[in-house]
């Protein structure tokens, strides 16, 4: 019981990636690059990688669940999520939602990867009148569950996610797939979205970079959006270059009539031209939502639950952080044998594992996750800048 506590004592939560770690992304790309490329050379070409292991030397110091978390509730300044609700007019809330979703885009480490959840891990941060709650229903394959609830807004966002790394020689293809809806209860309005896939080049450049088709619909407006994240050139990648463009358009979906076209970079501005009267305006700012992004803090120790990732992987972080590679692959060897003893421990008792907060349906190789609760409760770790920072 006192190691418990002293274990509880000392949480190690990683601070978010923000736009300013841009820097310190180039540098790990530079200099691991080899390391990386050797991990590779017993690889095959098309190899399903979701089973790879990775040593505590590329991995970052969080969880993938805690990834998915930030991208809700990880933001400085304006309330985004919020704003979808606010917005009195239809085409006004379906821009908001676009916004919204190009904020969930993070830049990607180059090199470095999270750790894989293991089964039944859970993540749970409030920040500000947003409540988020993720949870590992499937280690083989991964496959993670996510619910945010928004308490003044009345919104409900509910992703169910997995993936598929393929290794193809000079790139690693990451097609991420599942569901991701929102819905604006007191509007009664349902957003369907599609996810970007993730390309991890090696050459000519290395670099990592989101790419591939967005769709939004709502039906009950008639509205969409489709958004593409460009890829870059061959002669903009071998210069180590990522303008992260992105192209798309709103339209109505019964007639197919644009109303509206998109362009910028998600990791500064996006503007959208009113293709009726030729009027711009910004509807995304990075630099406002996604700069100097700080981690969250324990509100309340023992309402931290034991599957929460930061009490997994805690001693893991610490390790890492402190770059004492042997301890970090003992602590991450520890999390995985107990996660290995559990497996065997209900196989033998012909127990089949049962997530705790989502109900989940698999159909051949599609997932479906809906959450057990309506909203999420207000979680122990919390960002704590103050409540009047956030505009409402």
């Known amino acids: 019981m006192a190691e418990e506590e002293e274990t509880r004592k000392h949480l190690v939560i990683a601070k978010p990636f923000a736009l300013e770690d841009d820097k310190d992304s180039e540098h790990t790309a530079s200099n691991g690059i080899r390391r990386i490329l050797s991990l590779f050379k017993n690889v095959r070409l098309g190899s399903d990688l979701t089973n790879f292991q990775l040593p505590p030397q590329l991995n970052q110091p969080r969880s993938q669940l805690q990834c998915y978390g930030e ?25 908001s939602v676009v916004a919204w979703n190009i904020s969930t885009l993070r830049p990607i480490v180059f090199g470095m990867s999270p750790y894989n959840p293991v089964l039944g891990e859970t993540h749970h941060v409030s920040h500000g009148h947003i409540n988020v709650l993720t949870e590992q229903v499937s280690h083989h394959p991964p496959v993670s569950a996510l619910h945010a609830t928004h308490e003044n807004e009345n919104i409900d966002v509910t992703w169910c996610q997995y993936f598929t790394p ?25 957003y369907e979205m599609d996810q970007p896939r993730l390309v991890v080049r090696f050459l000519p450049a290395p670099g990592a970079h989101w790419t591939g088709k967005i769709k939004i619909k709502c039906t009950e407006t008639d509205l969409e959006a489709e958004l593409h994240l460009i890829s870059d050139s061959f002669i903009e990648r071998f210069k180590g270059s990522n303008n992260r463009s992105i192209k798309g358009k709103i339209s109505q979906t019964s007639s197919g009539d644009k109303l509206y076209d998109i362009f910028g970079h998600w990791d500064r501005t996006v503007m959208a031209k009113n293709l009726k009267t030729g009027d711009l305006e910004v509807i995304y700012n990075a630099k406002e939502s996604m700069s100097g992004l700080k981690p969250p803090t324990v509100k309340n ?25 042997e301890r970090a692959r003992e602590a991450k060897k520890v999390v995985e044998d107990k996660q290995r003893e559990s497996l065997k421990q209900r196989e033998a008792s012909g127990e089949s594992w049962v ?35 956030i505009m409402n």
Not at 307 to 315: F, G, I, T
């Open 71 to 95: 991208m809700i509730y990880s933001f400085c300044g304006q309330d985004l999520l919020g704003e979808c609700s606010r917005r009195d007019l239809p085409i006004e809330r379906l821009k």
């Open 166 to 190: 393929k290794f193809r020689g000079a790139y690693v293809d990451v097609e991420v797939k599942g569901k991701r809806i929102m819905k604006l209860l007191n509007r009664k309005e349902t």
């Open 301 to 325: 120790l023992k309402e931290v639950m034991e599957s929460e990732s930061v009490m997994v992987w805690s001693e893991v972080s610490e390790k890492i952080l402190k770059k004492d590679w």
């Open 355 to 389: 997530p705790k907060h989502f109900s989940v349906v698999r159909n051949g190789k599609d997932w479906d996750c809906s959450p057990l609760q309506p909203t999420v409760p207000r979680a122990p770790l919390v960002i704590t800048e103050p409540q009047e920072e």
